[in-house]
């Protein structure tokens, strides 16, 4: 093979699964390097460069999420042992804010929650509308991945209505079930970023005693050489079989451990405690209308995936059918302009002055060709 060929299938082959051993060939071949043309040795030293950059960006970031091959540890495993997508489901969303002014209203501060990537789903941004009022429309990303669109508006005189609205397309894939679930065990090391994930959030509380009891419980139950898949499955299936689902108020996962009763958030609330409190890393999966639960696994590489499971509907335990867009992934938010910590990240308004009546806020969330959703003015309430 000559070094053009050699060059060619190194720049054609630089994908996130080749890259350890990519990196490892240029390193064992830098000997090499005084036997080349300048051409030849700057752009081998560039491609060091670049590959370590995109080493130290790729290789966190599977802790988070998961993919077909991504995963963290010692190894990769093959991906057809792993998380596996299925069809995917293609969807236009409309969010954003529009607002009237009924008193003159200064030094407006809004934020919305947006669509953003995680490994089952990839967002664009499409369209952003801005009326003339808006001085400025900018995204942040807080803990835990959530996106947020930020909108400033100086002044909004009375009678005057403005608006910013992001027009996103969401691509999200069904997730398959693991072709044997037997394979994965409990986290040996725990990732930083994975290790939050096993302590109390609003409404998980983790430190209850009934709900430490349960986890207990359920283990007790079960023989000592239970695989983990297994051991997951038992929480789940108490969860399921003894919380009958009722809609009602958010009471979180202790009482509805001593009503019996609840709904998607109840359900998925105690089943995360049951998880975290046995020493599996789980967290909430937020959709319109909806929540599920993920927990956290690795095979015996070492890679580590986040595994979906419906808590309330449908039993669907390693996979999810539901392709509706994630909206955020977690339970438990720092969000800058709110002191407490926050299950879900919200909308959120607030104005520096009001002469007369206080303004008229309709935060967007919406299909492009569906029915708008309304918050009231600062509400931080459902999803």
Known sequence: MN????????????RPKNIRPVIEWAVCNYRETHLMSPFDRFLHCFVVVVLAAVFLVVEPARTL??????GQGKGS???????????????????????????????????APIPTDWPEQQVVILEEDVSPEIRSLSYRTLENGVKQMVVTIPQLAAGR???ALVTVEVRRKQILAPKNGLLFIKPKKMPTAVRKFLTSSPFIETRNREIKLLAREIYRDLPETT????????????????????????KGAAAALKDKT????????????????????????????HCYPEFYLQ????????????AAGTRDFGSMPDT????????????????????????????????????????????????????????????
Not at 3 to 14: A, Q, S, W, Y
Not at 65 to 70: D, E, L
């Open 3 to 14: 070094r053009h060929t050699r060059r060619k299938r190194l720049v054609c082959d630089v």
């Open 65 to 70: 999420g998961q993919g077909t091959t991504f």
């Open 77 to 111: 495993r093959p991906a057809e042992n792993g998380i596996q997508f299925g069809e995917e489901n293609v969807q236009r969303w409309q969010v954003g804010i529009k607002i009237r002014a009924n008193g003159h209203c200064r030094g407006i501060f809004a934020t």
């Open 161 to 163: 209505t403005a608006h």
């Open 227 to 250: 695989p983990v898949w297994n051991q997951v499955a038992a929480m789940y299936d108490w969860v399921r079989d003894n919380i009958e689902y009722k809609n009602g108020k958010l």
């Open 262 to 289: 609840g709904d998607c958030e109840e359900l998925t609330s105690l089943f995360i405690a049951l998880c975290r409190i046995n020493g599996i890393p789980a967290r909430t999966v937020w959709v319109p209308n």
């Open 299 to 310: 095979d015996d590489y070492g890679n580590g995936y986040w595994i979906p499971c419906q």
């Open 324 to 383: 509706r867009p994630v909206l955020q992934k977690g339970d438990n938010f720092k969000v800058p302009e709110i002191r407490e910590k926050k299950r879900y990240v919200a909308e959120y308004l607030r104005t520096q002055s009001v002469k007369g009546l206080p303004p008229t806020v309709n935060f967007v969330r919406k299909t492009v060709a569906g029915e708008e959703k309304k918050a009231a003015f600062g509400g931080f309430g459902g999803f």
